[in-house]
């Protein structure tokens, strides 16, 4: 029997838009999906742009406009991969004509936007899902049923870190992720995922105390001109969880030396886990006990370990970063199918965001900011 289509207006067509591409046509090739994806129509900030990209994806249909996509009756589906600025607008008029939408993280640049997204949706009662990809790894899945399964026992600690260094340099360029209602600084733009992260594996936050630090105060943009920056280069938090375990959370774009250093240790009761997306195949866990030799056990990705199995037969093989996206997808058209799904939703996300809001405003005022937990 032919599945129902799932047609799709892709909305952006640089790095992130592009693994959106390739992970919809990868998704139906690697898995039994309930509907058949079909990107019917790129659009980006301006015709010949969007024509070019359309062209070496195998898009048929290009446009210059992302209203286009929301005016056509025959999209079921808009998938967002703009800067962080536009999710807001997209993502709501997608919603208000009836469609789908999976946005890319963070969900918006304030809380306000984030607030009125998820009431877009709530209201529409329509499917919505975020990119936060690390958490598709197989390796994070089998980190979260240890957690779950009480294999390192009560938690009591999570350090993270999101680092990277593509803005280390004091000569990197003034761009749009300088721009506070762009990106929204590291905290927004990267540290959402660390957070995302934290609230995966070990539950609802409860209190924050952080700081935010911008390291070059000014840079020089692509006409030469010296540009404050106004948002964020580092941000580091104390935090609690519901459950009462405490940590800390940090996220830097100045981190030099780190290329995507997103990691984190769980400890516990009766052991650790421990993990770096620079090693993504790979999971550490150690179990307390006797003996000389008792440390870290490596865990490397195998068929047994989840979707990695539907990539590749053996063991140690490994999968890559686009494969990380094709799982997500696989959750985002199992969700705009109705189906159960592992997607995280714009409710799931504007949980991060307000996690985020609340170690900004604790940077400002100075002091621990609590949030309402469920």
Not at 24 to 31: K, S
Not at 59 to 82: F, H, K, P, Y
Not at 235 to 264: N, P, Q
Not at 289 to 310: L, Q, S, V
Request: net charge negative; with cysteine.
């Amino acid at each position: 029997m032919t599945r129902p289509a799932l047609n799709i207006a892709l909305i952006g067509s640089g790095f992130m838009g592009r693994a959106h591409a390739l992970a919809f046509a990868a998704a139906d090739r690697t898995f039994d999906l309930p509907r058949a994806p079909h990107v019917a129509l790129l659009a980006d900030r301006d015709l010949p742009k969007a024509t070019a990209a359309a062209a070496s994806l195998g898009i048929a249909r290009a446009s210059g406009d992302w209203r286009e996509a929301i005016d056509d009756a025959g999209i079921d589906l808009v998938a967002i991969a703009t800067p962080n600025r536009l999710h807001a607008p997209i993502a709501i008029a997608a919603l208000d004509a009836g469609k789908a939408v999976y946005c890319e993280k963070p969900l918006a640049t304030t809380i306000a936007e984030s607030e009125a997204m998820t009431a877009a949706a709530a209201a529409s009662g329509l499917p919505t899902a975020v990119g936060f990809t690390y958490l598709y790894n197989p390796m994070i899945v089998l980190a979260r049923e240890l957690i779950a399964g009480g294999e390192i026992g009560e938690v009591t600690a999570f350090r993270g870190i999101h680092a990277e260094d593509f803005m280390a340099s004091a000569d990197a360029s003034f761009n749009w992720r300088c721009e506070p209602d762009q990106a929204g600084g590291a905290l927004a733009d990267i540290g959402s995922h660390i957070i995302a992260m934290a609230r995966h594996l070990v539950g609802d936050i409860a209190v924050v105390s952080g700081r935010l630090h911008t390291a070059y105060p000014t840079r020089r943009d692509a006409q030469g001109t010296d540009r404050t920056v106004t948002v964020d280069d580092q941000m580091d938090a104390v935090i609690e969880f519901a459950s009462g375990a405490t940590g800390t959370l940090a996220a830097s774009w100045i981190a030099s030396g780190h290329k995507m250093g997103l990691a984190f240790e769980v400890s516990g009761t009766r052991g650790s886990i421990a993990f770096t997306q620079e090693r993504f195949n790979e999971l550490r866990l150690y179990r307390s006990g006797p003996g000389r030799t008792n440390g870290f056990t490596t865990i490397c990705a195998g068929p047994e370990h989840g979707d990695y199995g539907a990539f590749c037969p053996a063991p140690g093989h490994q999968i890559g970063y686009n494969d990380l996206k094709t799982i997500e997808v696989k959750a985002v058209v199992e969700a705009a199918a109705g189906l159960p799904s592992a997607a995280k939703s714009f409710a799931d996300a504007l949980a991060v965001e307000r996690v985020a809001d609340a170690i900004r405003r604790s940077h400002r005022e100075g002091c621990w900011i609590g949030l309402q937990t469920a």
